[in-house]
């Protein structure tokens, strides 16, 4: 039976494939506040903002490809089970062929109405206002927003606790409630931390690797087939 490789993911895996990261370092998003265009309240301000702000990131999505560590995760697979739960919502992963992929945060190329979040709709389009679910709904992007639960944290906490492996690529492990994940892998299992600037140090089970994500993960694949 082949070991259980569980990977969390964030920003820093996409930033390589040019994807900006979802805030820069003066707390902005692209030049908006994160709360005119990440929170229920700042859609219901300025809806139209909010709809051409994820209207853009979708598009953009478009202009980039995965890079070698989405495909290196993806080759695992020929060795390991390997689920993947990334706080990313580009398609990035997919793309490069990993076929187990939960999204925390929602997805760009998905959409769902105001009034249910458990409908979604394949959005490969522009939003616009007055754009509706076959309910007549109003459409928005399938984006979990600041201040709005975390429908997938149960299923990945889950996956979290039949690890034999875990791989963390990308992301600072300080946003909760992703961050806790780290709490459910059974103790002792191998830990690899790959982040150029990461918020822990090696100490027994846990291995941090200061490295790019294409860069680490050459590093872990070699730690963990050898």
């Known amino acids: 039976m082949k070991k259980h490789l569980v990977v969390l993911t964030g920003a820093g895996i996409s930033a390589e ?19 005119e265009v990440a929170t ?3 859609f219901l301000a300025n809806p139209t903002l909010v709809l051409e702000f994820y209207n853009q990131r979708r598009r953009q999505l478009f202009e980039v490809e995965p890079n070698s560590a989405h495909y290196d995760l993806a080759a695992l697979e020929n060795e390991f089970k390997v689920s993947i739960i990334t706080q990313n ?51 928005r992007p399938h984006i979990v927003w600041f201040g709005e639960a975390v429908p997938m944290i149960e ?28 709490h459910y892998v059974p103790k002792d299992i191998p830990i690899y931390f790959i982040d150029p600037k990461p918020s822990m140090q090696s100490k027994g ?14 590093k872990v694949i070699s730690l963990i087939t050898s």
């Open 17 to 35: 494939s040019g994807i900006k990261t979802f805030r820069d370092a003066d707390g902005l998003w692209e030049g908006h506040d994160v709360m």
């Open 40 to 42: 229920p309240e700042g």
């Open 89 to 139: 919502v580009d398609d990035l992963h997919e793309r490069a062929g990993s076929s187990d992929v939960t999204h925390l945060h929602g997805e760009l190329l998905k959409s769902r109405s105001i009034i249910n979040d458990e409908e979604f709709y394949d959005c490969k389009m522009d939003i616009n206002l007055g754009d509706v679910c076959p309910k007549g709904h109003q459409l």
């Open 155 to 182: 299923k990945a906490a889950e996956v979290c606790e039949t690890a034999d492996i875990l791989l963390i690529i990308g992301t600072s492990m300080q946003v909760y409630p992703a961050a806790g994940l780290i």
């Open 205 to 218: 089970n846990l291995n941090v690797i200061a490295e790019s994500a294409t860069v680490g993960m050459r």
